[in-house]
């Protein structure tokens, strides 16, 4: 059964750093592009980062550009988001997904699975 | 970035109901559509890929039209699992973007 499960998240300071994990089985992990979407308290669906499936291409939202980096360990299976110069705005619950496909007609494409999430809370 | 707006944010409806919801693109998105379900405390569930396609498993009850900047989701009947919030998505382009979601409640 293919599960992607979080991990990392936690009460962090403003100015902060925090890195998350995600651990893929039941899948290729290798040959699928991978995204981390993320959703702050009563408030909807934000895709945050992207990175192809061998790792040399990565996305990300203009407010997190300059602070989070989305890298993956393919010989892990694992998805990573290091975030720094956390602010109280990102305070989210942060999924990972991995897209349908292997390969894709369009830029991207649409996330089957998706993990349980992890919590991020910045605050003093 | 591409902004996908939806319609309505919520509403009311009874077992039985037909629900339309709509996401308009600002931009032509083609057919690079996906439709979520998301429940309270729960990841998002895939629903919807390519504007219409139905993925495994979802009940054929759901489905999806439309292409370009105008999307539809359409439940025939609505059922009393079905009570929850609805996200499109674009996948035509980097930023990928999400619409603002609709909550469907029970009436």
């Known amino acids: 059964e293919v599960h992607l499960v979080e991990s990392g998240g936690g009460l962090i300071q403003p100015g902060g750093s925090l890195r998350l994990s995600c651990a893929a089985s039941?899948?290729?992990?290798?040959?699928?592009?991978m995204s981390w979407v993320r959703q702050a308290p009563g408030k909807g669906l934000e895709w945050v980062s992207g990175?192809?499936?061998?790792?040399?291409?990565?996305y990300y939202t203009d407010s997190v550009k300059g602070r989070f980096t989305i890298s993956r360990d393919n010989s892990k299976n694992t998805l990573y988001l290091q975030m720094n110069s956390l602010r109280a705005e990102d305070t989210a619950v942060y999924y990972c997904?991995?897209?349908?496909?292997?390969?894709?007609?369009?830029?991207?494409?649409?996330?089957?699975?998706w993990g349980q999430g992890t919590m991020v809370t910045v605050s003093s | 970035a591409i902004q996908l707006a939806q319609s309505p944010s919520s509403l009311s409806a009874s077992v039985g109901d037909r629900v339309t919801i709509t996401c308009r693109a600002s931009?032509?998105?083609?057919?690079?559509l996906a439709w979520y379900q998301q429940k309270p405390g729960k990841a998002p569930k895939f629903l919807i890929y390519?504007?219409?396609s139905l993925e495994s498993g979802v009940p054929s009850r759901f489905s999806g039209s439309g292409s370009g900047t105008d999307f539809i989701l359409t439940i025939s009947s609505l059922q009393p699992e079905d009570f929850a919030t609805y996200y499109c998505?674009?996948?035509?382009?980097?930023?990928?973007?999400f619409g603002g979601g609709t909550k469907v409640e029970i009436e």
């Open positions: 990175i192809s499936a061998s790792g040399g291409s990565t």
């Open positions: 039941g899948f290729t992990f290798s040959s699928y592009a």
């Open positions: 390519d504007a219409s």
């Open positions: 931009q032509g998105i083609s057919s690079a």
């Open positions: 998505q674009q996948f035509n382009s980097y930023p990928l973007t």
């Open positions: 997904a991995k897209v349908r496909q292997i390969t894709f007609y369009y830029g991207s494409d649409a996330f089957d699975i």
